[in-house]
């Protein structure tokens, strides 16, 4: 992309892709003119032949999903990169010096405790699992090479102003656990219909209604709030692991070491472009979790949960700008020595269990629960662990990426059942790719009332269909943008992007799933009886807090009693409900596709200048 752009660049459009969701429209073919009799039949090769009207696609119903792109786009899109993670490195002196706060006599012209920045970043697995099919190395030695990079002496901290890197590298490996037990409660009392207790009268009802969608995918969130806002009531309001983790840091950070929201720099690593997006929301920013000032106003501008996002791609990128090789960099983690403990103890051991030992290694989720997070497969286990004796039923749908759950119990256990025959008792599904996501969406659309007399006045529920006089539904839809999930983000490394000779891109994806699987591998046979004593920093017999004790309860190999002990810890130390840490809203977003644009201030340069300047409002 050219660095300056006029007017006219950001005008140009780039028809939409093969697999574009948002297609041009066909309009009916005009009839000839001139005299014709109103029932005379007119064959197809006698209409005129006109070349289709351009496509009307603007920014506000752009994607984000590298199907189509104006050089509008690339210019919010630049906004997020290697670039500005350098910058902002360059921009403000460190804030800590060891496990200080930096001494502002040592700064007198920067003052630094006034401007110093603390930067700590965030990896998704699958960016690991991407560089380690890459350089051929396994997903824990990729994960110690990103953190060579971004905190070790010969990364990032070898060059620049400062000298800067990040303090902490967190694997939001960490929160996708929070989240999946969040997701589980959320779908739990959807189902019963019981409202988790509000701290405030005023709070809005978060409970989704069913079937519940998953949102942790922000393709998939900003196509239903542009162009199905009927569904937006089905969205799991839960935030995504990357936003959980943002908040996280920020709230424990800031109120731990006595520093303002805006000088901690969070920093996202992630295999979607669309993840830029989601950083850029309203809804996801310290206005919706900070304590009110005594005065009770606040007119401090709010302040993002993550400050940027970059992809697998641009951290080579990234490494390449400061002359740095990263196949080269060590594959050993980061000495002992040079490790800052977290400021509060108890989220250490969650944050970071790879820096104690004693404890249980966090694992990937098992291939059977995609490599999208695992949401639907930690919900199936769930209910398989709350249904004695029933079973699991999996049926694939037209490709691979549509599959249909169905949980089933023997008919003894149910007398409305039919004897012989098992009852369904709980269904879901998954729905990968945008195509499938429109059959989807299709589904979800509410009937037109019918004036005919008799007949339904509603829609049927989603998957439902009659089976031993009971009607059922989907309870639950894990849903995500990219065909195959997250491992094929947009923001992977390519197979183009290495020159892999006889190598297809399915090929290649095939090597990256194996990488982020070979997590769950690895760690099995690590993981024994003993371990279940020390999980996440819970101890039994430990006086921390008093919310250290043994575990009880593991599903999908996630001990959830201790993650809901973790959330509470955060909850009453931070002294803010989790309704406003771990929770979100959606919200229709208006397109102007077919009004007016001839209004100059709203087209062009001004329509880019006024998203820019935005933190958030929408896509």
Not at 137 to 152: C, F, I, N, P, R
Not at 538 to 545: A, C, R, S, V
Request: charged content about 25%.
């Amino acid at each position: 992309m050219s660095a300056i752009l006029s007017t006219d660049d950001l005008n140009d459009f780039i028809s939409p892709g093969v697999a574009c969701i948002k297609p041009v429209e066909t309009l009916p073919q005009q009839r000839p003119e001139g005299n014709i009799d109103d029932h005379q039949v007119i064959r197809e090769d006698e209409l005129p032949s006109q070349p289709p009207p351009p496509a009307q696609i603007s920014l506000t119903d752009c994607l984000a999903c590298s199907g189509c792109v104006t050089s509008a786009e690339a210019v919010l899109v630049s906004l997020q990169s290697h670039s500005e993670v350098l910058n902002a490195l360059d921009s403000r002196p460190p804030l800590l010096s060891g496990d200080r706060l930096q001494d502002p006599a040592l700064f007198p012209d920067n003052r630094a405790i006034a401007n110093g920045k603390l930067f700590v970043a965030s990896v998704s697995p699958q960016v690991r699992a991407s560089l380690a099919a890459t350089y051929k190395t396994s997903d824990v030695e990729a994960g110690w090479m990103l953190d060579q990079l971004l905190t070790g002496p010969l990364g990032l901290a070898s060059g620049g102003k400062y000298g800067n890197s990040f303090v902490w590298v967190v694997d939001t490996n960490s929160m996708r656990e929070a989240c999946l037990v969040l997701g589980a409660d959320e779908l739990s009392q959807s189902m019963s219909r019981v409202q988790p207790p509000s701290s405030s009268a005023e709070e809005t009802e978060i409970l989704p209604k069913r079937p519940i969608l998953s949102s942790a995918c922000p393709g998939w969130v900003c196509y239903v709030e542009k162009n199905h806002p009927h569904v937006l009531q089905h969205l799991s309001r839960l935030k995504s692991p990357q936003a959980l983790t943002g908040t996280m840091l920020k709230t424990v950070i800031s109120q731990k070491l006595g520093v303002r929201p805006d000088q901690i720099w969070h920093l996202a690593v992630m295999p979607c472009f669309d993840k830029k997006l989601e950083a850029s929301r309203e809804e996801l920013t310290d206005e919706y979790w900070r304590q009110s000032s005594s005065s009770g106003v606040d007119s401090r501008p709010p302040v993002r949960d993550v400050d940027c996002v970059i992809t697998a791609r641009e951290i080579l990128m990234l490494a390449e700008t400061r002359n740095i090789s990263f196949p080269q960099l060590p594959r050993r983690p980061i000495s002992s020595s040079s490790v800052r403990p977290f400021p509060d103890r108890t989220l250490d051991c969650f944050l970071f269990p790879e820096r104690h030992p004693e404890k249980r290694r966090r694992r990937n989720q098992p291939p059977a629960a995609g490599s999208s997070g695992g949401y639907l497969h930690h919900i199936l286990q769930t209910q398989l662990a709350s249904s004695p004796n029933s079973s699991l039923h999996t049926t694939r749908g037209r490709n691979g990426d549509v599959l249909e759950y169905r949980i089933t119990q023997p008919s003894s256990q149910n007398t409305d059942a039919e004897k012989g025959a098992d009852t369904e008792i709980f269904k879901s599904a998954r729905y990968y790719g945008f195509n499938n996501i429109q059959n989807l969406v299709r589904k979800l659309k509410p009937a037109k009332a019918s004036r005919m007399p008799g007949a339904s006045r509603g829609p049927k529920a989603l998957g439902s269909k009659t089976k031993n006089g009971m009607a059922v539904d989907y309870a639950y839809v894990e849903v995500m943008a990219c065909p195959g999930g997250c491992t094929n983000g947009g923001g992977q490394i390519k197979v183009e992007d290495i020159g892999g000779q006889g190598v297809n891109q399915r090929e290649w994806l095939e090597k990256v799933d194996e990488a982020y699987f070979s997590m769950s591998d690895e760690d099995d046979g690590n993981i024994s009886n003993a371990d279940d004593q020390t999980y996440m920093g819970l101890e039994k017999n430990d006086d921390d807090d008093n919310i250290i004790e043994q575990a009880s309860e593991h599903i999908n190999g996630i001990d959830i009693s201790a993650v809901r002990k973790v959330l509470r810890h955060w909850e009453e130390s931070t002294g803010i409900a989790l309704r406003k840490l771990c929770y979100t809203s959606f919200r229709e977003v208006q397109s102007d596709v077919g009004k007016d644009k001839t209004d100059s201030a709203q087209g062009g340069l001004g329509k880019v200048i006024e998203l820019t300047g935005k933190i958030g409002g929408g896509w």
